[in-house]
């Protein structure tokens, strides 16, 4: 295992400035909230963890978080929002769920959030600057429109034959219109053939694949989402029985079965958002806390689904690769 570290955060000190007076507690209460579970983001509740107590902030000691999942059900994401500002939290965090960061930012002007986001928070009116967000909400971009065209052209130098790639969307996706066309800008460069997919549902992942499977020679990028991330099993799963390859985001895909995934970090990631929100409780303000980008990607390949698949993994791409997974 080789690891790389790329770091392109966005500078400039933050000035301190009293926090208001909901976060003035002795034990601060944070609100997390998420469109998943907690069982299916266990990993990357560690490393949000870690970056809390990196930063003095320990769960269950100084430090109290108070919890909102919506397993899988982003209709109740509103209501779960409400609730924790009825709470009078200190911060909320909106991580890896765009769904979530809507939500809160929709509950709340006054209350810091604290967020992950895959395309460009200014245009989402989530800030209205990366150097300077300027009102209650701040956080890391994730850079899924980069990280998006990347993973395309590693799908096709892995299977330069592959015709149609096919891009699976969450079709309740904010970003998902604006990131269709910036892959297919980039496809046209890469003489690559696209078809776009739609799934909000389970039936609608399995009509998918066989959508794809029903032309042979076909291949499969699977677009960042958390939908997609709780169902991981279920995609890995079609994607063997179908003999199909494809690319995901996150390496808990590969863990899983998938082929091959090139991403953030996300344990990294959410330990980032970890720090922000120290950083909140002890007195910053958010609009001065500059949006930063992810420290670290990762490129996983598993060679146990090649050798099923019948692939050879270019050399190229071993040599760059994390983790093989064997």
Known sequence: MRRREFIVGLGGAAALAPLAAHSQQATPVIGFLHSGTSEQNANRLVGFRNGLAENGFVEGKNLVIEYRWANGQNERLSELASDLVQRQVSV?????????????????????????????????????????????????????????????????????????????????????????????????????????????????????????????????????????????????????????????YDREFAVSGGLMTYGTNLPIMWGQAGSYVARI??????????????????????????????????DRTLALADEVIE
């Open 92 to 248: 909320i965090v909106a991580v890896s769920s765009q769904p979530a960061t809507l939500a809160a930012k929709a509950a709340t002007s006054n209350i810091p959030i604290v967020f992950t986001w895959p395309g460009d928070p200014v245009a989402a009116g989530l800030v209205q600057s990366l150097n300077r967000p300027g009102g209650n909400a701040t956080g890391i971009g994730t850079l899924n429109d980069e990280l998006a065209a990347k993973r395309l052209g590693l799908l096709r130098e892995l299977v330069p034959q592959a015709k149609p790639i096919s891009v699976l969307f969450n079709p309740a996706d904010p970003s998902a219109e604006a990131m269709s066309k910036d892959l297919q800008a980039h496809a046209q460069t890469l003489g690559v053939q696209l078809q776009l997919l739609y799934a909000g549902s389970d039936s609608a992942i399995d009509a998918a694949f066989t959508t794809v499977a029903s032309k042979p020679g076909g291949a499969v990028l699977v677009n960042a989402d958390p939908y997609f991330f709780i169902r991981r099993a279920q995609i890995t799963a079609l994607a063997a029985h179908h003999a199909i390859p494809a690319i995901y």
């Open 281 to 314: 409780l002890k007195g910053e303000r958010p609009a001065d806390l500059p949006v930063v980008q992810p420290t670290k990607f990762e490129l996983v390949v598993n060679l146990k689904t090649a050798k099923l698949l019948r692939l050879a993994i270019p």
